[in-house]
């Protein structure tokens, strides 16, 4: 059972970015999931939110700290066992290790945020039985990190007695898992899962509409490009095994 994600958002630069993927995909990945208590990977490529979440979008709270930005153009997560896997060896120890070739391509990416993710709980959306395989992750996603500015137990409440369950009535939605940062800032971080990023933009805007939903999003703040929407990219859906 996964209940721990390493994340990493990025940017990369249009020059050598085939060559990027084609190592990422074919070499590091690999690498990854053969050590002792990852479960699972994937990498996902960000896209345009929809119109009318840009809209909603437009309207949260923002930080403009710089030291809480990223890039905004991909996503990569790292299932694990537990958090303790990512930190025995940690990441600045795995940075140590690395390979001419690895520091080469991970050199490239622009403004990257790496996060350890501890998994609280997690629901089942109505689309669950959609899943391509059992630890694949969903064909879209949106994820979001931010603070509660003290009000963490009303964001928790919020989350639990109303968020998760209507996630659970939502057409298209595949899942969600809400999420404490174990390193790095802010504090809180969701994971929504969908059929597609055309089935989140339908359905996802009537999760927005309710009066406990804008109470909350009057004191989270967010760093610059959160929440973020994004399609897989690996595994390349139909290729699954």
Same mark, same amino acid.
């Given at each position: 059972? +996964? ?7 990025? +940017? ?19 690498? &990854? ?13 960000? &896209? ?5 979440? $840009? ?73 669950? +039985? &959609?899943? $391509? ?8 996603i949106q994820m979001g990190r931010y603070d509660a500015q003290g009000n963490d ?15 659970? +009535? ?16 802010? &504090?809180?971080?969701?994971?929504? $899962? ?44 139909? $290729?699954?095994?």
């Amino acid at each position: 059972m +996964d209940r721990a994600v390493w994340a990493i958002i990025y +940017d990369l630069p249009e020059e050598g970015r085939d060559e990027y993927m084609e190592w990422f995909h074919g070499v590091h990945i690999p690498e &990854k999931l053969a050590r002792p208590g990852y479960t699972w990977a994937a990498h996902y490529e960000v &896209k345009h939110p929809g119109e009318r979440f $840009e809209e909603i979008a437009a309207r949260l709270n923002r930080t403009d700290d710089p030291e809480l930005a990223s890039g905004a153009g991909f996503i990569a997560l790292f299932g694990g066992e537990t958090t303790r896997v990512f930190y025995d060896p940690s990441p600045a120890q795995l940075k140590e290790r690395q390979n001419e070739e690895t520091r080469e391509m991970t050199g490239m990416r622009i403004q990257a945020r790496g996060l350890i993710l501890c998994e609280e709980w997690r629901v089942e959306g109505p689309d669950a +039985d &959609k899943r $391509e395989a059992p630890g694949v992750m969903a064909p879209a996603i949106q994820m979001g990190r931010y603070d509660a500015q003290g009000n963490d137990e009303d964001l928790q409440a919020w989350y639990a007695q109303e968020r998760m369950a209507r996630v659970a +009535d939502t057409p298209g939605c595949m899942g969600a898992r809400k999420y404490l940062v174990a390193t790095a800032s802010p &504090k809180h971080s969701v994971l929504y $899962e969908y059929t597609s990023l055309e089935a989140r933009e339908a359905n996802y805007i009537a999760l927005e509409e309710t009066e406990g939903t804008k109470r909350v999003h009057g004191y989270l703040v967010h760093p610059p490009g959160s929440p973020l929407a994004a399609s897989r990219i690996w595994p390349p859906q139909g $290729e699954v095994s």
